[in-house]
């Protein structure tokens, strides 16, 4: 299964369009076709900032179902990669975690792109790959259509 840890600029931005790629990678880790993984103080960090900027009652129970299943890290090792000590954070939970993503929209650490294996990604592209990956990849299944594969398998 995929390892990702969510930076808190992806929640944020998730809230605002339920079709965004941010609010579709959280639906998958509330499925659970995807492990995500932070660590105590980000989680507080984020339900705190949330709960502030999210007025919707349905919208913030998800949220709340998101981050009740996170999987906790404990960051063991500090890093001093970005000037940043929040993007470090970030960098060290998903260092912990062995994760397969970061998945952030921070220009300093999308710079990176890599990081001891930890891939760093937008949204788009962590979607992409991972619709790709799934088999659900909704241009495939539409040039399919397209085609002549009524049932988008050609």
Do not use: C
Request: a neutral charge.
């Amino acid at each position: 299964m995929i390892r990702v840890v969510l930076d808190t600029n992806v929640l944020i931005t998730a809230f605002k369009d339920e079709y965004s790629y941010q609010k579709q990678i959280i639906d998958e880790a509330i499925k659970g076709n995807i492990q995500a993984f932070a660590n105590n103080q980000t989680l507080r960090e984020n339900s705190f900032i949330l709960k502030k900027l999210i007025h919707d009652t349905e919208y913030q129970k998800e949220l709340d179902r998101f981050l009740r299943q996170v999987n906790i890290v404990q960051n063991k090792r500090k890093v001093h990669i970005v000037s940043d000590p929040e993007d470090n954070k970030i960098l060290e939970s998903a260092l912990e975690a062995k994760a397969d993503y970061l998945i952030t929209e921070d220009k300093a650490l999308l710079e990176l792109k890599k990081v001891s294996g930890v891939k760093i990604v937008e949204p788009a592209d962590f979607w992409v790959g991972y619709q790709e990956s799934t088999g659900n990849d909704p241009w495939k299944k539409w040039v399919s259509f397209v085609a002549g594969d009524r049932n988008g398998k050609n």
